[in-house]
């Protein structure tokens, strides 16, 4: 959805970096998520945010840290990456409004070496 | 805790035969409930929710799913396949009666209709 657009769509680090992935998004929704996809684990839910001071931890949350910096930007920042933090990650926001559907972005491939 | 589970990695079925993807849910209180389709390399896109009433829920693309809340499962149906449909399918949940909780997903099936 070109609603929501996540940078870069790409990534290739090395172990040890630090490393943002960023989410915009211009449908004007409070909640955002970051989920990471993993082939035969399905997504999993790293970290969400109802409103720019609300951040909470999803199920996978170690390793990695947000920021909230407005309504329309939520940044995901892996401190010091590690191989299995290579994955497909995903930003979505919500309309609660719209019986809680989440809009997704195209995703971004990062490999750590 | 709220959990969904996915049985199958894989469904396969012919063009034109229905399909069935399965999905069941466990939480304390009331489920909202929902499907998601991945094409390759998109993200996933909303197709349909269970939040109350009917049991039958139809949504996007002909798909349709029902709500069996003694099974507690949510599977997703279609009366003909089509080999556009071949992609990644997700079942979420999320426990109506908790109120700040996200979204969750299942592992996801690989839809595969051939020809």
């Known amino acids: 959805d070109a609603d929501v657009t996540q940078t870069p769509r790409n990534r290739i680090t090395k172990t040890g970096k630090r490393i943002m992935l960023e989410c915009s998004q211009t449908?004007?929704?409070?909640?955002m998520y970051w989920y990471r996809q993993d082939p035969g684990l399905g997504l999993r839910l790293i970290y969400y945010s109802f409103d720019v001071k609300d951040i909470n931890k999803g199920e996978i949350s170690d390793g990695y840290s947000v920021s909230r910096q407005a309504q329309a930007k939520f940044s995901l920042s892996l401190e010091s990456a590690i191989p299995n933090q290579t994955a497909l990650y995903f930003c979505?926001?919500?309309?609660?409004?719209?019986?809680?559907?989440?809009?997704f972005g195209s995703g971004t491939q990062l490999s750590v070496l | 805790a709220q959990s969904v589970a996915q049985p199958e990695d894989q469904v396969n079925v012919a063009e034109g035969n229905p399909l069935t993807v399965k999905c069941t849910y466990s939480?304390?209180?009331?489920?909202?409930l929902f499907w998601y389709v991945q094409y390759p390399n998109r993200g996933l896109q909303f197709l349909l929710k269970?939040?109350?009433?009917?049991?039958l829920v139809k949504g996007s693309y002909g798909f349709e799913a029902e709500f069996n809340k003694s099974q507690t499962s949510f599977h997703l149906k279609k009366p003909s396949a089509l080999v556009s449909d071949s992609a990644l399918y997700f079942c979420?949940?999320?426990?109506?009666?908790?109120?700040?909780?996200?979204?969750?997903f299942g592992k996801g099936t690989t839809l595969s209709v051939s020809s």
């Open positions: 449908k004007g929704h409070d909640r």
């Open positions: 979420a949940v999320r426990d109506a009666n908790q109120a700040g909780t996200a979204l969750i």
């Open positions: 979505a926001t919500q309309d609660i409004r719209d019986s809680e559907k989440l809009f």
């Open positions: 939480v304390s209180g009331n489920p909202y």
């Open positions: 269970y939040i109350t009433g009917d049991n």
